[in-house]
């Protein structure tokens, strides 16, 4: 087989060590479920490199991060994309907290067990102590055995490649096509490559300049989110103000400016175009929805319209519809269009995200196991609102700095498909280091 090309062209320059290589250095072997390696790399299962495997505890949690000292619990979204997220927990109250047991320390790495079918597995390393957080039943913690043949962050790295990756969803298990999980015992059983220390090492090194790169993206995209929640509360309450605007607000409920929709497709539009909710990104294309489903009785909605799931919307579930209208939605969501003469609806769509907002739709609502918050309740909101001019003045604003995330997060995807594609070769031997 020929040999592969090397990532640089002279390593012996660049780290005063001698290139040349035994003559199993050129040579590949084939391994079941791992594909071609270098002869000389090892092969182990992931049990006999790890001096313990714990689960957490899913402790009740609040919808906000623990601050100041508090304990939270990690959601599944701390490990999911390869980088660890301390901030993705809910604070846990005291009453709460007799059960929590697991925290992850410096040198850990922690893997989502239970999780959709793209993102069970998913792992990161731990790169400090974190006392006061938890892991949930969800997530697990995994120490490497110090006289192991493989480092800690290196086996991280090699949990998240491709190749690894496919096995691992492969092993999963569970009936719902959303959620897979996967039990310690097939974990352990799992085979991972391993070249030498002095090869780990070199890899991780280039693959930890890559993180450093995606985390300062990242710290950036944080602090910019920060910034555009003060300037949302700031703007949208009437604490600042452009200068050019100077006429008084007016108090509104939300039904004077906004009317329910009803209307059903019943084959009279011939609409196929179906829209569900998904946290965080609103009203999306349902490409998991069945091609045969009857659409009679979905709900058609305009461009800028809202829509609702009536009891999770406590917890984000509402989208304004930006793509192109109109578009079908379930039956058992609650849509709404604004009177544009009085309410822009980008306005209303950043209005969603201030206190006065969450505070209404916490205590709206009726029902005793789950909440559920129908139009009726919703239209009771009252709304400090100032003119169409300042509100599309405001809400302009507030779009220039929701783009500029956008524009981060893209930088940041691309260079999550650039480490990726990097870690496929360097972690399989495609490329040498040595």
Known sequence: MAQPKTLFDDVSSKDGEDQNRDSNDNEYKHVRYIGEIPKCWQVSRVGDLLSSLD??????????PARNGEKGVLKVSAVSYEVFQ???????????????????????LVISRSNTPELVGSCVYVPDDFPNLYLPDTLWRIRVKEDAPIRARYLAYVLSTDTIRARIRAIATGTSRSMKKIAM???RRLKVPIPSLEEQRR????LATCDRAIQ?????????RERMHGLRQRLLTGEVRFPEFDEPWREVRLDDVTRELRDRNEGQYGIDHVCGIKNDEG???DTDRDASSDLSKYKVIPQDAFAYNPMRLDVGSIGRLVDEGPALVSKDYIAFECNRDHLEPV????YRETHRWEHFVETAGSGSVRVRIYYRHLKRMELNLPPLPEQRKIAETLEAAKTEINTLEEKRDALQRQKKGLMQRLLTGAVRTV
Do not use: C, M, W
């Open 55 to 64: 689960a957490g505890y899913s402790a009740s949690g609040e919808d906000r």
């Open 86 to 108: 301390p901030s993705e927990n809910k604070r846990v109250p005291p009453s709460n907290q007799d059960d929590l047991k697991t925290s992850p320390r410096k040198g850990d």
């Open 185 to 187: 015992r097939t974990f």
């Open 203 to 206: 890899i991780a090194r280039i």
């Open 216 to 224: 300062q993206v990242d710290a950036l995209i944080e602090q910019k």
């Open 283 to 285: 009203l999306t294309s």
């Open 347 to 350: 306005y209303l769509d950043h």
